[in-house]
């Protein structure tokens, strides 16, 4: 996506993109000429907001672009240029009064996951002035890519060894280190939940455990969910509901991502990444519904449905990551269907007692264009998390149905005692249609916010 942004100075000529509302078209066309009139009329060229038309202008082509009369439909409303315009370079010429969102939306839409098919070579460049920050961009685009890319990615080239290698090779390409606990091990160093979860698959489970920055530097810590597929174990999925089950792991893509524009960055933070990596799984020793598993936090854990297994794998890795306290402790996952229903695919919630971190996301979700919705952690539900026989159960024990992105989230909180600033995002990961800045496929959502948040509270090494 990098390679869709460029300097002016870089380019020796490029097609001006020019905005035009219904009310100012005529004056633009005036300017061009007649062929440009005649060819608007041949197309039933209006103006309409983002609709837009190449046009012969005196000076060679000119790309008539529709926005409303406050501006660009959308922020990133010029994304939808950067797959139909033919190849060639292009700069942004009148009528656009913020062209780093208009070139973030450019690039983000000009994203293509050609890993398995014949590359198109189709690209379409933008060239953007100085006053466009293109080395921050550059930061987000890649982290959003390795989001996108890890996401789309199918199981069977990206198990829990494949997404623990890459978490390991991400750290080493910026200087950090880490282990990878594997298999039984994980039972030796009491991670019980983990292990339980991808016991039954033929693939290991492991966890990733892996630092950069300053070892005296402000902890930052985030916790990804990692399972590679989802089977929904023994409470099987039917069909319909497994075929976008390779972005279960898209938590621990989004961490990823934001890791990556983390160490980029050089950020003054100690960044600590920390990934259960794990398939859902059927066989024999598949855990069932009805075992009691022990924890990492000592708390026992009565199993309601082997399909929420992700809060089970995340709740051993913050138990881990609470241990130390960072200031910082965030975790994202693909972890309910319930939050879609309450918010759609495009809005992820986001839970937290922390009043001040809460406001300053909705802060940087609005001034990224990285929707985010504050949820609560309501606790009078905990009491639809209670056991008979365990110190709680991992599911809505009361066969309501009702509020199953909230009493994840509050079984989550039982796993983070020491920690003051923690927040869990129950993202969805996906686009199911194109939308600006936003291709069809695995999406990175939340992290562009989050960078921008960890960037104004830590700043960057000198």
């Known amino acids: 996506m990098r390679e869709s942004l460029v300097r002016k100075s870089d380019v020796s000529v490029s097609t001006p993109i020019v905005a035009v509302t219904e009310a100012t078209l005529q004056d633009t066309l005036s300017g061009l000429g007649e062929n440009a009139v005649n060819w608007c009329e041949v197309n039933d060229f209006g103006a309409k907001a983002g609709a837009h038309l190449l046009v012969p202008g005196p000076d060679g082509a000119v790309v008539l672009f529709g926005v409303t009369e406050e501006g660009l439909s959308h922020p990133f409303a010029l994304g939808s240029l950067a797959k139909s315009l033919p190849q060639g370079d292009y700069h942004l010429a009148d009528g656009f009064p913020d062209p780093e969102q208009a070139a ?142 390779k972005k279960d792991m898209g938590g621990s893509a989004n961490v990823l991502g934001l890791a990556s524009m983390i160490m980029a960055a050089n950020l003054s933070v100690r960044l600590r990444v920390l990934v259960p990596c794990v398939e859902n799984s059927v066989a024999g020793n598949a855990f069932r519904p009805g075992d009691i598993l022990s924890s990492r936090k000592g708390l026992s854990v009565e199993i309601g449905n082997t399909d929420a297994e992700g809060r089970l794998v995340l709740g051993d890795a913050l138990a881990l990551a609470d241990e130390e306290s960072p200031e910082l402790l965030v975790d994202m996952a693909t972890l309910t269907g319930a939050a879609r229903v309450a918010l759609g695919p495009d809005l992820p919630p986001f839970y937290t007692h922390d009043e001040e971190l809460a406001d300053d996301i909705e802060v940087m979700a609005e001034a990224s264009t990285d929707p985010l919705w504050r949820m609560p952690l309501w606790q009078p539900y905990m009491k639809y998390l209670d056991s008979k026989v365990a110190d709680i159960n991992h599911i809505n024990t009361t066969g309501t149905g009702f509020a199953g992105s909230v009493t994840a989230a509050l079984f989550l909180s039982r796993f983070v005692e020491n920690t003051q600033s923690w927040v869990h995002f129950d993202i969805f990961g996906w686009t199911p249609a194109d939308k600006p800045g936003k291709p069809s496929g695995g999406e990175a959502q939340g992290i562009r916010c989050l960078f921008d948040l960890i960037s104004e509270r830590f700043g960057s090494k000198k």
């Open 104 to 245: 973030m939306g450019f690039a983000l839409s000009s994203y293509r996951f050609e890993r398995y098919v014949t590359p198109t070579n189709k690209a379409r460049r933008l060239a953007v002035g100085d006053e466009v920050d293109l080395e921050r961009i550059a930061v987000i685009l890649d982290g959003v890519q390795l989001a996108r890319d890890l996401i789309n990615t199918p199981a069977n080239d990206l198990g829990p060894q494949e997404l623990a290698q890459a978490i390991e090779d991400l750290f080493a390409e910026h200087g950090g280190s880490g282990r990878i606990v594997v298999g039984e091990d994980l039972l030796e160093e009491n991670f019980p939940m983990i292990h339980a979860v991808g016991r039954a698959s033929s693939r290991a489970p492991r966890l990733a455990d892996f630092s950069w920055g300053a070892e005296d530097a402000p902890k930052v810590t985030l916790v990804g969910k990692g399972v590679i597929f989802d089977t929904g174990g023994l409470n099987l999925k039917p069909g319909s509901s497994m075929a976008l089950m």
